[in-house]
């Protein structure tokens, strides 16, 4: 679903689009997947919304191919996601040139499964990953905060900082300093 408003508002402000399909599934367990921006007076605009079955890159592919049509072949400059692999294979296929973040509220949550225990027997630990995280303004500056803090707490053996390391280029914020990224996160 796209309407005439959202197609203007669109060509004004494809600066970001944030794309959640986390938000609910209906009766036909169909995933509700909204295409949601913002315009220069920080409002939330939804510029369109599709239902997909299966959450595979398919399935993504052919709801952005629909999207990019109904935009007049415009794509989005950036664009913000959970962690779905399918959705990312369907962003590299349709939009090869939207430079593409996960949401790092999402990484941050599905880390704490593992994380949340770890990081309460060590809090100086965890305060050393939020201030690497939180506080570094370039790549290289993460990455020597991020390979200090893993040799200070000789934590070179955990897989979950081993496997959110291996795709800090999707979720740390130094990483998107020189994008546009309005929305802390996909549920923002």
């Known amino acids: 679903w796209i309407d005439g408003a959202a197609r203007r508002a669109y060509k004004h402000f494809r600066d970001c689009l944030s794309?959640?399909?986390t938000y609910l599934t209906n009766m036909y367990?169909?995933?509700?997947?909204?295409?949601?921006?913002?315009?220069?007076?920080?409002q939330s605009l939804q510029f369109g919304c599709g239902f997909v079955r299966n959450e595979d890159t398919n399935s993504y592919a052919w709801l952005f191919r629909t999207f990019l049509e109904c935009m007049g072949g415009l794509t989005p400059m950036n664009m913000i996601t959970d962690q779905d692999f399918g959705m990312r294979g369907g962003i590299e296929e349709v939009f090869p040139n939207t430079i593409h973040r996960h949401c790092r509220w999402h990484v941050i949550k599905k880390a704490e499964e593992t994380l949340g225990p770890f990081f309460a027997d060590r809090p100086e630990l965890h305060k050393a990953f939020e201030l690497c995280v939180d506080h570094s303004l370039t790549p290289e500056e993460f990455e020597r905060s991020w390979k200090a803090m893993i040799e200070k707490y000789q934590v070179q053996d955990n897989e979950t900082l081993q496997n959110l390391w291996e795709k800090r280029k999707f979720w740390v914020p130094a990483y998107f300093m020189e994008s546009?990224?309005?929305f802390s996160s996909t549920t923002g």
């Open 19 to 21: 794309f959640d399909a």
């Open 29 to 42: 367990k169909m995933s509700c997947c909204p295409f949601i921006g913002i315009n220069n007076h920080n």
């Open 180 to 182: 546009f990224y309005p």
